[in-house]
């Protein structure tokens, strides 16, 4: 009998288009904040067409009422990673335009996205959207503000 949580954050897509096409963009691609992360599929079971609230995301990811949660607008995710600057060299734009066919890539395949902040100086990010057979699926990252 296996235990299986599925509330689980860390729950990797195991399968479907969105995820075959997703793994090659994130293979060593780091989220660029104080300590550059990785990036990684995440599932939720929380299934409705309505985006979701700050008090759904708490309760998916088991939080006490102390942790700070807040919604962002999705643009402020992207823009630190899909703006080409003029000082980049050949591996800053290769970043670049993996960022941007990702964003491509989930803006085609999820409506209501959403980004969610948790915590306060290691924020863990999570930016979800509905699925064409209504699974909440989307990534998540860890950037360090301090």
């Known amino acids: 009998m296996t235990n299986e949580n599925p509330k689980s954050s860390d729950e ?4 479907g288009p969105l995820s ?3 793994s090659p963009l994130l293979t060593d691609l780091l989220y660029p904040s104080e300590s550059d992360e990785p990036i ?19 309760d998916w990811l088991m939080l006490p009422p102390s942790i700070y ?3 962002t607008p ?3 995710f ?3 990673v899909t703006i080409e600057d003029d000082w980049f060299g050949d591996e800053e734009k290769a970043r670049t335009s993996r960022f941007q066919q990702l964003k491509t890539l989930l ?20 930016l979800l959207g509905l699925q064409a057979d209504s699974a909440r699926t989307g990534i998540k990252t ?5």
């Open 78 to 80: 992207w823009e630190p």
């Open 40 to 58: 990684e599929t995440v599932t939720c079971y929380l299934k409705q067409a309505d985006p979701l609230t700050v008090s759904q995301i708490k």
């Open 69 to 71: 949660v807040e919604e």
């Open 142 to 146: 860890k950037i360090v503000q301090t």
């Open 20 to 22: 075959e096409q997703i």
């Open 107 to 126: 803006e085609t395949e999820l409506t209501v996205r959403q980004v969610f902040r948790v915590g306060d100086s290691e924020i863990d990010v999570y």
């Open 12 to 15: 990797v897509l195991k399968n």
């Open 74 to 76: 999705e643009a402020d």
